[in-house]
């Protein structure tokens, strides 16, 4: 092993690699076991219907129509005013945006020819 292949705390390359990835997949993991939290959530629902995925920040929510999964809305650049929402659809597309409201680009998921109301026809 090379002199410049050795981290200060004496951890090789290689194996800061792996506890990298090791990092990675606990952080998908828990984002995971999150977001099915928030579906539960939001099963019974009714229409579009949103909850944090990291309770109390609502910058990124869970989308839902009817119960099913449709996607999430994140904002963009929290500080910024006035706000900035991005769709992000599923299966996983290209997000789209930007929306000045996360309402808005929470109904942007909704499956087409979904009924907005119980009692449309359109």
Same mark, same amino acid.
């Given at each position: ?40 959530t ?9 909850? @944090?995925?990291?309770? /109390?920040?609502?910058? *990124? ?9 449709? #996607?999430?809305v %994140?904002?963009?650049? @929290?500080?910024?005013? /006035?706000?900035?929402? *991005? ?9 789209? #945006?930007?929306? %000045?409201?996360?309402?808005v ?18």
């Amino acid at each position: 092993m090379a002199l410049g292949d050795v981290f200060s705390d004496g951890t090789s390359s290689d194996e800061a690699a792996v506890l990298h990835d090791a990092e990675l997949w606990l952080v998908r993991a828990k984002l995971t076991v999150l977001e099915q939290e928030a579906l539960e959530t939001l099963r019974d629902t009714r229409g579009i219907a949103r909850v @944090p995925l990291w309770p /109390p920040s609502t910058v *990124i929510q869970i989308v839902t129509c009817d119960g099913r999964h449709t #996607g999430r809305v %994140r904002r963009e650049y @929290p500080w910024a005013v /006035p706000e900035r929402w *991005i769709a992000v659809p599923l299966p996983p597309v290209h997000p789209h #945006g930007p929306y %000045r409201s996360a309402e808005v680009a929470a109904e942007t998921l909704r499956p087409r020819n979904t009924p907005q109301d119980e009692g449309s026809t359109s």
